[in-house]
């Protein structure tokens, strides 16, 4: 089950990130850098739905059949199999599933431990304490920024004073105050976490980058709104830019997993020239491309996982009974790495709610080897409640692919 999470996972963010870095331009002319950067949410609502989808979709199930809503609460039915995917089946070449998963865990267990060490090295710099705000000082030339998830702390360089102009100090400041009211530091270091489980995923580096510069160009639109009537904040804002675009992060991407930088972007300076140039757009933020553009995700999963659904084999029965939910059942990892095949003959009842009740095994080849596995999945799948009262048979064959 894990693996199966983790590649419909890779899968959905490797198209999230494509559309977002292959198409960003025109995405940003017709949206705008703040509803592009709000559309970054499709991320961690896809990890969501992968996740606990089969959850929230028996749950609803059960409050829609209690609210005595049977034509929704069988469309639902409907849904919630389409989370059964295939990809649960074991085959022999699976042997090296441990392995891969200890290697998988190995590089999520050192991408975690960057948070920590980054937030370590941001605790040793020297700090004090301006206008009710706790400021780190860094080295001259790195760039200014904030970190925390909690409290919010400034990283100043120590020549702040002297490179920047008393309205640059101000518009910086700005900045910085806002990514810490916009939450981005926070966003930040859930857009690490959810990079740590696909750190093997080349399309998820370029998406955080991506979604990094992005972050950057909402924050300039957002402080910029502020001040739409003036042209000399706009002038001092590209001017402190331009002072900050050859300045480096302290500590490198150590620092980054929940921290914002002024002016570093990744080491790619064409962005700086992006920020610049997106100065001059002014565009409202609209939330509603966030919301069509999750459901049609949802409706678009839905799709991509139907053909999953398998048929098992069924015995003759006097009458055709179709459940509206088939689940696979999860082939045992022992049978499939010996070669073992096989067939469950099963008898039940379906209950008032259209569950399979009072299962009983007649017969399995090899005996006992699929029985659990084979109730497991038959306990989750649906039939119409009231087609019949008579008992019902059914053969599940079990085969390797």
């Known amino acids: 089950m894990l693996t199966s999470s983790v590649l419909l996972i890779t899968l959905c963010t490797s198209v999230l990130c494509v559309i977002f870095t292959t198409g960003h331009q ?9 509803s592009l950067y709000l559309l970054w949410a499709l991320v961690p609502i896809s990890y969501l ?13 059960w409050v829609l059949q209690k609210l005595g809503l049977s034509t929704a609460a069988q469309a ?3 849904y919630t199999a389409l989370w059964a995917t295939p990809t649960e089946l074991v085959s022999k070449k699976d042997a090296w599933m441990p392995l891969i998963s200890g290697v998988w865990l190995l ?5 975690l431990s960057l948070i920590g060490l980054g937030q370590w090295r941001l ?11 706790t400021v780190a000082t860094t080295a001259p030339g790195t760039s200014p920024g904030v970190f925390g998830w909690w409290r919010p702390t400034l990283l100043l360089p120590t020549d702040f004073n002297k490179r920047y102009s008393t309205l640059e100090q101000r518009l910086i400041l700005r900045h910085e105050l806002t990514h810490w009211r916009r939450h981005d530091t926070q966003a930040n270091l859930i857009a690490w976490l959810l990079l740590s489980v696909q750190w093997f995923n ?3 580096w370029l998406g955080y980058q991506r979604f990094r510069a992005d972050q950057e160009l909402a924050c300039d639109a957002d402080v910029l709104s ?5 042209p000399q904040h706009g002038v001092g804002y590209a001017h402190a830019l331009l002072k900050t675009s050859t300045n480096r992060a302290w500590g490198g991407p150590v620092v980054n997993p929940c921290s914002t930088h002024y002016g570093y972007q990744q080491g790619r300076f064409n962005l700086m020239k992006e920020r610049i140039q997106t100065l001059q757009q002014h565009h409202p933020l609209r939330k509603f491309p966030l919301v069509l553009a999750a459901v049609g995700m949802v409706s678009a999963s839905m799709l991509w996982h139907t053909p999953a659904i398998s048929t098992p084999t069924q015995a003759a029965a006097a009458e055709t009974i179709t459940p509206i939910v088939r689940i696979n059942p999860r082939y045992p990892e022992a049978a499939a790495a010996e070669g073992i095949e096989g067939y469950v003959e099963v008898e039940f009842r379906i209950g008032n709610d259209g569950k399979p009740v009072d299962i009983k095994v007649l017969k399995s080849q090899p005996e006992g080897v699929f029985d659990d596995n084979v109730i497991a999945a038959l306990q989750r799948w649906r039939y119409v409640p009231g087609k019949t009262d008579q008992p019902l048979q059914l053969r599940i064959d079990m085969r390797l692919p």
């Open 49 to 61: 739905a992968i996740v606990a989808g089969p959850w929230l979709g028996e749950s609803l199930y």
């Open 226 to 230: 502020q001040h739409r009537t003036s």
């Open 26 to 34: 025109r995405l940003l002319r017709h949206l705008g850098p703040r």
């Open 123 to 133: 605790q040793q710099l020297p700090k004090q304490n301006r206008l009710g705000l």
């Open 202 to 204: 080349p399309l998820a």
């Open 76 to 78: 639902l039915q409907s």
């Open 107 to 111: 590089g999520v267990a050192l991408m």
